[in-house]
């Protein structure tokens, strides 16, 4: 069973920065697409960024984030990361974890319980 913790969330100034992490257990998390997504009210949920299994340096990212976060993976220790600088009060949201992977023919996909974040003077 896979569970994913979140951290990092909090209130900060527009401007400033976070850093979200996400550690996973079990043994599937270097194989897996990890993803970052965010719920705010009244709008639909949107991935923020993701990046691939083996090749960190494959990485996707929604446009109204871009040159602003930055996601990255640690295999060894099973984390992944969202670093968000220059935030602005509509990056405010519940950002939650995804893992996605393959395994025996079925897809499986994971979420972390989510962590609020609001950006806010």
């Known amino acids: 069973q896979v569970q994913l913790v979140e951290s990092g969330g909090g209130l900060v100034q527009p401007g400033g920065s976070l850093r979200l992490s996400c550690v996973a257990s079990g043994i599937f998390f270097s194989i897996a697409t990890m993803g970052w997504y965010r719920h705010a009210p009244g709008k639909q949920r949107e991935l923020v960024a993701s990046i691939i299994s083996g090749d960190s340096t494959s990485t996707n990212y929604a446009d109204s984030v871009k040159g602003r976060f930055t996601i990255s993976r640690d295999n060894a220790k099973a984390t992944v990361y969202l670093q968000m600088n220059s935030l602005k009060p509509d990056d405010t949201a519940v950002y939650y974890c995804?893992?996605?992977?393959?395994?025996?023919?079925?897809?499986?996909?994971?979420w972390g319980q989510g962590i609020q974040v609001t950006v806010s003077s």
């Open positions: 995804n893992m996605h992977y393959w395994s025996r023919g079925s897809q499986n996909d994971y």
